[in-house]
């Protein structure tokens, strides 16, 4: 049975929309909707490519011969007849300068990883310290052998016993 | 409707330029601005098989508060053959351009 994806087409379509139009983002098959996905993934990668090329003034050709390919070449990735390779990714990041950075996010969540990861180091450094640890880190610093005597092989190995 | 679905390849087509639009990413090579002129603000072109045979479906963007963005397909134009803007493309291009939509909240 062919199932939806409408990732992009966040909408709720009226009844008045034709019921073909949710047959357009129904794929047939896994491997259809790879293709999809991977095309996808390509046009963020051409977006950036496109605005830096931009930037830099750099029109279609000279783009091509910056990574030793062809216009046509390039012209059929946009156009998504071609998928991108890393290596060819790896060269636009070279030629142009830049680096891609990579994010994630389960397919559920508005966050990323990186909003995930810094959520808990944020709920870690706000998180109160009991009574214990902070004596022991008062401990450290005002009676810390090694601030006393740095050079001291003895008392550096007391502090590591304690 | 019936262009969209008359075969695999202007479905995947139809899919690739609705993901760029609805993402914000910029390709011009399936989509882009088709302003000519003072009559054609907001007109857009879905550009199906550039270089081949060239269709079109012309659309209107709308911006409602400053923020949503609303593309109306609007009138299909097969086998743009020419790179200049014919007559038969000027007045399809004003007739998007001369359309008014409102937007039910």
Not at chain 2, 25 to 38: A, F, G, R, S, V
Not at chain 2, 85 to 100: C, D, F, P
């Amino acid at each position: 049975m062919p199932y939806i994806k409408l990732e992009a087409m966040n909408m709720k379509l009226k009844n008045n929309v034709n019921p073909d139009f949710n047959d357009l983002f129904s794929f047939n098959s896994k491997e259809e909707e790879i293709d999809y996905e991977a095309k996808v993934l390509m046009f963020h990668f051409l977006d950036r490519i496109q605005a830096k090329a931009e930037e830099l003034g750099l029109n279609r050709k000279q783009l091509a011969e910056k990574i030793g390919t062809s216009a046509s070449y390039i012209t059929q990735l946009f156009r998504g007849d071609k998928l991108i390779n890393l290596s060819t990714i790896a060269k636009f990041q070279k030629e142009l300068g830049v680096k891609f950075t990579i994010s994630m996010k389960d397919e559920n969540s508005s966050l990323d990883d990186k909003d995930v990861a810094l959520n808990q180091l944020t709920e870690k450094s706000f998180k109160t310290p009991t009574f214990k640890q902070v004596r022991r880190s008062n401990t450290s610093i005002t009676k810390n052998p090694i601030l006393r005597n740095k050079n001291s092989i003895g008392t550096k190995k007391k502090h590591e016993e304690i | 409707m019936r262009y969209l679905t008359q075969d695999a390849k202007h479905i995947k087509k139809f899919r690739y330029i609705s993901e760029i639009i609805l993402s914000g990413l910029k390709n011009t090579d399936l989509y882009d601005k088709e302003e000519i002129d003072d009559k054609s603000k907001g007109v857009t072109a879905m550009k199906f098989f550039k270089g081949q045979e060239n269709d079109r479906i012309y659309c209107k963007e709308i911006i409602e508060d400053g923020k949503v963005f609303i593309v109306i397909m609007a009138i299909l134009l097969e086998k743009k053959k020419n790179r200049k803007v014919k007559q038969r493309e000027r007045n399809a291009i004003h007739k998007v351009g001369s359309y008014e939509y409102e937007i039910e909240k």
